[in-house]
């Protein structure tokens, strides 16, 4: 199966900063979704395909990558951004999702 | 607007069965691809089943011959049947709908396998 890890586990940021959080898969893949979990609620759909933001996401959100690198990027972070990205392929089964990345704003 | 609630979770002993439901609405239930995903305490994430709008089935190797995935598309229900119950199998189970991503979740029900 393919393996995604994720980089770094916590992510530390001060509001206006810019971030960028990576994805490593095991194998070549397609492409890459990105999902955005606060505590106490569901995974939420943020980026899919690899660059295409899902409806209501800001647009100081991006993501790109190709093959086995993957990247989302925040250009200015905003309190509210605070929570766990997780990314996911399903370019092959079994479907498989990184283990988060936990952004903390300082 | 699109909903997904699951039901069905609770505390089951090793070795045993549970069947989940996830009630849909807002949206062609039939015409969308369904799964089931779960969160463990841990908060790794872990896909668990797919069924296609056809009805063809999906499964990682983890849950295979031990997890059923089905759907009533009359009453708009996805279900996951379970069987062979481990205490790795303790989890949040989430549905959600599979459009270009998994674009609605529902809020989980959480199983607990433990004696």
């Known amino acids: 199966q393919i393996v995604l890890s994720q980089s770094p586990a916590i992510l530390s940021a001060s509001p206006g900063e810019k971030v960028t959080m990576t994805c490593r898969a095991s194998s070549s893949v397609s492409y890459m979704h990105w999902y955005q979990q606060k505590p106490g609620s569901s995974p939420k759909p943020w980026i899919y395909a690899t660059s295409n933001l899902a409806s209501g996401v800001p647009a100081r959100f991006s993501g790109s990558g190709s093959g086995t690198s993957y990247s989302l990027t925040i250009s200015r972070v905003e309190a509210e951004d605070a929570a766990t990205y997780y990314c996911q392929q399903w370019s092959s089964n079994p479907r498989t999702f990184g283990g988060g990345t936990k952004l903390e704003i300082k | ?115």
Do not use: H
């Open chain 2, 1 to 115: 607007e699109v909903k997904l609630v699951e039901s069905g979770g609770g505390l089951v002993k090793p070795g045993g069965s549970l069947k989940l439901s996830c009630a849909a609405s807002g949206f062609t239930f039939s015409s969308y691809a369904m799964s089931w995903v779960r969160q463990t305490p841990e908060k790794r994430l872990e896909w668990v089943a797919s069924i296609s709008s056809g009805g063809s089935t999906y499964y990682p190797d983890s849950v295979k011959g031990r997890f059923t995935i089905s759907r009533d598309n009359a009453r708009n229900i996805l279900y996951l049947q379970m069987s062979s119950l481990r205490s790795e199998d303790t989890a949040m189970y989430y549905c959600a709908r599979e459009g270009f991503t998994l674009d609605y979740w529902g809020q989980g029900t959480t199983l607990t396998v433990s004696s």
